[in-house]
T-cell receptor
Framework: GENVEQHPSTLSVQEGDSAVIKCTYS??????FPWYKQELGKRPQLIID?????GEKKDQRIAVTLNKTAKHFSLHITETQPEDSAVYFC???????????FGAGTRLTVKP | GAVVSQHPSWVICKSGTSVKIECRSL??????MFWYRQFPKQSLMLMAT?????????EQGVEKDKFLINHASLTLSTLTVTSAHPEDSSFYIC??????????FGSGTQLSVL
């Protein structure tokens, strides 16, 4: 089955700096890679996703890159703000309603 | 956006009792829902996949007789923790598949078993 690894487990940056979170996956059949943000005590919220036919996707300060050959994808947050502080999870699935596997999460802290 | 409602948000029960958690998709039909367990500061661990009208598919290591899942309609899935014990205390969260790979999460249920 799919195995998703995520690094780092914790990340602390100064406000305005960039943050990068990396994930690798094992199943070459996976073709959908979402990122979720979970604030303390709240539900995970989808912030950006990418499909395997695309190498990069950007939405304002957030971008995701995918290297299908190497089976890794990354989340990039630029100009970080304190409200970006949360736990971020990457995930991988084969699309459709196939079960999604999550990375272990990265606790991002943005210091004002 | 799509809304998934999960109730109760927290529950405290005595050891040996059963607890039912509901997950509802309010504005879309979800043929598939997922149940996860999340320990403090850890990731979402998939417990089971719930398909409307059929038996749930459980992940390895998850006791199906312990965690009963029912998905009787396109908008409702329930998770019943039977004969709960303190080690079952955890944060349980559901998600519903809306289509086009989009998953929407419930707000979670914090279960504390005394």
């Amino acid at each position: 089955g799919e195995n998703v690894e995520q690094h780092p487990s914790t990340l602390s940056v100064q406000e305005g700096d960039s943050a990068v979170i990396k994930c690798t996956y094992s199943d070459s059949a996976s073709n959908y890679f979402p990122w979720y943000k979970q604030e303390l005590g709240k539900r995970p919220q989808l912030i950006i996703d990418i499909r395997s036919n695309v190498g990069e996707k950007k939405d304002q300060r957030i971008a995701v890159t995918l290297n299908k050959t190497a089976k890794h994808f990354s989340l990039h947050i630029t100009e970080t703000q304190p409200e970006d502080s949360a736990v971020y999870f990457c995930a991988a699935s084969q699309g459709g309603n196939n079960d999604m596997r999550f990375g272990a999460g990265t606790r991002l802290t943005v210091k004002p | 956006g799509a809304v998934v409602s999960q109730h109760p948000s927290w529950v405290i029960c005595k050891s040996g009792t059963s607890v039912k958690i509901e997950c509802r998709s309010l504005d879309f039909q979800a043929t598939t829902m997922f149940w996860y367990r999340q320990f403090p500061k850890q990731s979402l661990m998939l417990m089971a996949t719930s398909n409307e009208g059929s038996k749930a598919t459980y992940e390895q290591g998850v006791e199906k007789d312990k965690f009963l899942i029912n998905h009787a309609s396109l908008t409702l899935s329930t998770l019943t923790v039977t004969s709960a014990h303190p080690e079952d205390s955890s944060f349980y969260i559901c998600s519903a598949y809306r289509g086009n790979e989009k998953l929407f999460f419930g707000s979670g249920t914090q279960l504390s078993v005394l």
